[in-house]
């Protein structure tokens, strides 16, 4: 996606404080939003990644609405603040003739005429418009045997000979990547080749809707890279979340060095859609390219990028470089948005190894006559117009001490052209322009541009070209310098393929970009990729390979050998410990003068998952690895020499720690400038053996019951530490990535491996760090979860001296079958097992109060525990009078009761009587009234004598005043009864709830 200005507001009178976004066919008024300084933060995100091959995606089908490219219609451009007063010391002046570079001054003498190079090319059609999907944003990445193109559509592998081996589109391609559908639909495809580790690698944007009018209110970068240099077999593929401070990340531009991936893009506020920032995220290369694929990525991000410096003018589309040779310093170039007469390119670096990195920034000033302002709008032969895009930078390359750029600008007598521009970066801290040039055309416009310089200085430019009314339709085109040119010029211009129909599809978008990549194996020629118009309402593309190869000048004047080949080892030897290894190689045009073989010895770091390099061996050279602690020292051979049929004798360690060594045939040619570094190799490996690796699982508890949690531990032994642990499944572990995670099992019922009992099998596959040939293994264990053991003694119980009673235990849950066993023994008279202590349900003969505890352990070994009371027994004397006046209900029945157990009593008069009163009390002790027919006693510990009274007349016998005592008459408790006297303690508990009646009603006749 490209936020532009809707063409209805292109010509404004000059006014450019208000800018119109489009979105979903609103028009919502856009203001930019400025920070003080940038913000650059470390950051450890989690990330979904997944590897699978190419043609695992081909049959897949995409989840509705997940991952749908669309029309890219969206318009809108972020207002710039006022540029910074002050410009601080790291502002250089680019044109100042006394700082410019001589190290790269290559242009030819007066008195020889400038050869013309890149005549000649090669092309094949690239990827189609597929539905309805446009701009295209085309892109292509070389490698030796396949080429990677991309497109909005597609992601499509050919050969080098354009043979289409196969496409996909990127929402299958990335579908596992995203198991939670995040993604809505994609924009924006980059890929570049990266020689130095031989890997292919692509992002595209991966947006989510729901914003202001249905828009963007979220973003992701899809990363995907090969785990060799062949397209067609694994990708490792990572979903990493790129929205930032509440913004969507659009545009992106995707550079590399050799220490990290750097990603910047345009950010849009989630609720407004109005411009927001520009930023930039360093990745360390090395997590993309482990052994193992990371569950996490690392990255320094730095939001409200500024122009010039750290509190300079909002910076718009700051385009990182795709670095074409071996460098550890990234460098960046933007321009002022919304140019006018502009003089400023803005330069950046970011310096050093591992991130975080230093960020440093450099205005380069124009010389006189060099200004440039935003393009115009290209006119087609009907008349129609087409988007040149705003004027930001679009393609950025980095190669040997040059940094190499371009973009569309006004053209002198037309409405676009292409500015293209060489920077000299030999001294990094001062920048200076080297040479700058315009291609363009006299009332017609030159457009939609991408550059690509090979190692000696020849450089190549591919960008759309139309002549205005009644002429040349979109077509594409290239021109060429060769180093040896006068500065400023491009000699050679070439159609690779003419229009022949005017477009006029998607308010008129075009491009947004094009894309040019060097020739891995001659380091010379250029590819490229741009848009054409099939129709008026569709696009094509095609792929182009220039050849850069003149007789007696400019590129291509190094032949690479074609094929090189390690003989010896052969990738089946073990290296043995203080044993030599014999390491031979051939291969065709290896005696060629300018190419240099070498022989380079790694070791593997399994702390960053790659080889360094620990020495070259040269014409017959030794390596010594008796450094200390097992470092390896070398003696080289003469570095210049070129070596045929070599055959060279390594002694391997016979002490030190364990170590892997990759053995490295390399050719190197030294035309260009610095003595270049391109590479073509062929590697084997070896390495010392190892233990062998063995893994173990355990846990705290292998039978837990369910909601509780359990700790795993993996215990490993052999290989090489250290060990890195992947658990499956991981969704109910608090780290799958530790050796001792936490379990809680969320499992549903599955009584496959129990009958009573849920069961899960966790695995932990383990692998040490034995770098190319690391061992792994895996082993697994069965948790089991069960509902709670819970365990009863029953109820209270009560019995007679010298009598029996039934203890009822019972238990449920857990695992059967259960043991049981009872504290005390029940039964102390009879032997085991007749005693009952073994048995849930025994009979015990208590000799007094006893609190009897049944413990039940399950079939797993849970244990629990329960107790009860068992207390001396009383009986209870129950008299209706008269006799026939009524009966008396009681509950519960028992023959015996406990003490302090709550009986509730209630009356029942015959027929012709009716209830008068209760009289409660001890045998032999004070008796208590009430007048209730329903009345609830606790027990005394003593035999309790109750006695309804009945009454054959109406109304019953008249009640005695309420608090009055007559002895066994009395209707209410006594005093003495409730407390205030010295009755006993038995009857105070018999009668504590009368008392209570008495205090909640008070008198009562």
Not at 430 to 452: E, Y
Not at 721 to 726: A, D, E, K, Q, S
Not at 963 to 980: I, K, R, V
């Amino acid at each position: 996606m490209s936020p532009r200005p809707a063409i209805a507001v292109r010509h404004v009178g000059g006014f450019v404080g208000l800018h119109v976004l489009v979105v979903a066919g609103l028009l919502v008024a856009t203001l930019a939003v400025r920070a003080d300084a940038d913000q650059t933060t470390s950051v450890s995100q989690p990330v979904v990644v997944v590897e699978e091959r190419f043609t695992d995606t081909l049959n897949r089908e995409p989840r509705p609405g997940h991952m749908v490219p669309r029309n890219i219609t969206r318009r809108g451009n972020p207002e710039q603040p006022p540029s910074s007063g002050a410009m601080d010391s790291a502002i250089v002046d680019a044109i100042n003739r006394s700082k410019t570079s001589t190290a790269n001054q290559r242009a030819a003498s007066p008195d020889i005429p400038a050869p013309r190079i890149g005549e000649s090319f090669t092309k094949f059609p690239g990827p189609q418009q597929l539905g309805f999907i446009a701009p295209p944003d085309p892109v292509l990445a070389v490698g030796d045997t396949y080429i990677v193109a991309g497109t909005n559509s597609e992601i499509a592998v050919y050969t080098r000979s354009g043979g289409r081996v196969f496409a996909q589109d990127w929402a299958a391609f990335f579908q596992a990547a995203d198991p939670q559908g995040a993604v809505d639909f994609t924009s924006d495809p980059k890929v570049f080749y990266d020689a130095r580790s031989r890997r292919f690698f692509v992002m595209i944007l991966g947006l989510q809707t729901g914003g202001q009018g249905g828009g963007v209110n979220g973003s992701n970068y899809l990363i995907a890279v090969t785990q060799t240099d062949d397209p067609t077999q694994v990708w490792r593929k990572f979903l990493s979340e790129s929205t930032a401070n509440s913004a969507w990340s659009d545009y992106p531009g995707f550079g590399f060095d050799d220490n990290a991936l750097y990603i910047t893009a345009n950010y849009f506020n989630n609720n407004t859609g109005q411009f927001a920032f520009a930023g930039l995220r360093v990745y360390p290369k090395a997590q993309f390219l482990g052994l193992l694929p990371p569950q996490t990525l690392t990255f320094t991000q730095t939001l409200d990028l500024r122009e010039g410096n750290d509190t300079g003018p909002l910076a718009f589309t700051v385009q990182p470089a795709i670095s074409l040779d071996s460098t550890t310093t990234e460098w960046l170039v933007s321009v002022p948005f919304n140019a006018l007469n502009e003089t400023r390119v803005y330069l950046y670096s970011v310096d050093g190894g591992a991130a975080p990195r230093n960020l440093r920034r450099f205005t380069i000033n124009l010389p006189s006559g060099q200004s440039y302002s935003r393009p115009d709008f290209a006119i087609q032969p009907d008349g129609q117009p087409i988007d040149a895009l705003d004027g930001r930078m679009l393609s950025v390359k980095k190669i040997g001490n040059s940094v190499w750029a371009a973009h569309g600008v006004l053209g002198a007598s037309g409405p676009v052209a292409v500015r293209w521009y060489e920077f000299d970066i030999t001294n990094a801290n001062s920048p200076v322009l080297r040479q700058t040039g315009l291609i363009g055309l006299p009332n017609g416009s030159c457009f939609n541009p991408a550059i690509c310089p090979n190692a000696v200085g020849d450089a190549v430019v591919t960008y759309t070209r139309c002549n205005g009314p009644g002429r040349e339709f979109l077509s594409m085109y290239y021109s060429a310098r060769s180093a040896a040119e006068p500065l400023g010029t491009m000699l050679t211009t070439r159609a690779v393929e003419l229009g022949s129909v005017a477009y006029s599809s998607f308010i008129f978008r075009w491009g947004d970009y094009a894309e040019a990549a060097l020739d891995p194996l001659d380091n010379s020629s250029i590819w490229l990729i741009n848009e054409l118009p099939s129709n008026a309402f569709q696009w094509r593309t095609v792929i182009a390979r220039v050849s850069l190869n003149p007789a007696g000048a400019g590129g291509g004047s190094v032949i690479c050998p074609s094929t090189l080949e390690l003989i010896s080892p052969d990738g089946g030897e073990l290296g043995i410990r203080g044993q030599p290894l014999e390491i031979r190689w051939t291969g065709n045009n290896i005696d060629q003068p300018g190419v240099l073989l070498n022989l380079l010895v790694a070791r593997f770091d399994p702390a960053a998952q790659a080889s360094v390099i620990q020495g070259f061996i040269l014409n017959g050279g030794s390596i010594d690895f008796s450094g200390a602690a097992g470092a390896a020292t070398w003696v080289v051979g003469d570095p210049v020499r070129s070596v045929n049929d070599p055959n060279v004798l390594v002694t391997l360690p016979d002490s030190g720690e364990f170590a892997d060594y990759q053995i490295v045939v390399q050719t190197a040619f030294l035309c260009a400038p610095g003595g270049g570094d391109r590479l073509r190799d062929a590697s084997t490996n070896f390495f010392r053996i190892v233990p062998r690796l063995e893994v173990s699982l355990s846990a705290t508890s292998t039978t837990i019951e369910r909601g509780e949690s359990t700790t795993l531990t993996a215990t490993a032994v052999g290989g090489k530490p250290p060990y890195t642990f992947r658990w499956a499944p991981p969704e109910s572990l608090d780290n799958p990535s530790i050796f001792r995670p936490v379990a809680t099992p969320r499992v549903g019922p599955d009584s496959t491996c129990d009958p009573d009992l849920d069961c899960i099998t966790y695995t932990c596959e383990v692998r040490d760090s034995g770098g190319l040939f690391a061992q792994s293994t895996t082993a697994s264990i069965v948790i089991k979860i069960g509902d709670p053991l819970v365990v009863s003694a029953g109820p209270t119980k009560a019995f007679v001296p010298g009598g029996t009673v039934l203890l009822e235990g019972s238990a449920t849950g857990g695992a059967k079958p259960y043991t049981y066993s009872w504290s005390p023994t029940p039964d102390p008279t009879q032997s085991p097992p007749n005693d009952g202590s073994t048995q849930p349900q025994p009979l015990a003969r208590p000799q007094q109060d006893t609190i009897y505890t049944l413990t039940v352990t399950d079939r797993v070994g849970t244990i629990r525990s329960a107790s009860v009371n068992v207390l001396r027994g009383f009986t209870l004397s129950l008299v209706a009078q008269p006799a026939n006046g009524g009966s008396i209900g009681r509950n519960p029945v028992k023959a015996l009761y406990a003490p302090g157990e709550v009986i509730t009593f209630a009356a029942t008069p015959a027929a012709g009587f009716s209830f008068v009163r209760w009289e409660i009390g001890p045998v032999g002790g004070p008796i208590s009234q009430f007048f209730e027919p329903t009345v609830p006693v606790a027990m005394p510990a003593a035999n309790l004598s109750v006695q309804a009274v009945f009454s054959s007349s109406p109304g019953g016998a008249p009640r005695p005043a309420t608090g009055t005592s007559s002895g066994n008459n009395s209707p209410l408790p006594s005093a003495a009864m409730c407390g205030g006297g010295a009755a006993s303690a038995a009857v105070a508990l018999s009668l504590a709830l009368a008392c209570m009646l008495v205090a909640r009603r008070g008198r009562r006749r």
